[in-house]
């Protein structure tokens, strides 16, 4: 019985639908584009990500702001403080959401300490699914 519950609870967050961010019209139906509910919560981890506080008028509070943390020097102390940043911001407006395992923030492969890889391994508590994201901010 359980496993039936889980296993429907899975399928629906699976077959489930949003509105895409950024908003835009869909040219065939003319309506609200939408995407899958894994490629929203993505899109949610990302508005979460590159939205500053203050940036919203409605929400000001909402948002991490680690564009800002691009003008420090790239260093240790940097990716510890936009670790912090990122798991924070995420358990605060994504929390009934996901689940953040692990926060990773260093400078992408090429090096390039002008930008900052973010990875995030997290659990989609809809469908209790490990995922990941990288998110590249320059």
């Not at 519950?5 to 949003?18: L, T, Y």
């Not at 506080?53 to 991490?64: H, I, M, S, V």
Request: aromatic letters at 6%; charged letters at 25%.
């Amino acid at each position: 019985m359980w496993l039936d519950v889980e296993a429907a609870r899975e399928q629906e967050a699976v077959d489930r639908n949003d509105y895409a961010f950024p908003f835009r019209i869909d040219q065939a139906s003319r309506q609200g584009a939408r995407t899958g509910y894994e490629a929203h919560v993505d899109q949610m981890i990302r508005q979460v990500l590159l939205t500053s506080p203050g940036e919203r008028a409605d929400l000001p509070d909402f948002g991490c702001g680690v564009r800002q943390l691009l003008f420090a020097p790239h260093s240790e102390a940097l990716d510890s403080t936009t670790q912090i940043l990122v798991k924070q911001a995420l358990d605060r407006w994504l929390a009934t959401q996901i689940a953040v395992k692990k926060v990773a923030v260093g400078p992408p492969d090429a090096g390039d300490t002008s930008q900052l890889l973010i990875e995030i391994d997290y659990v989609l508590l809809e469908a209790q699914a490990q995922k990941q994201i990288k998110v590249l901010v320059s």
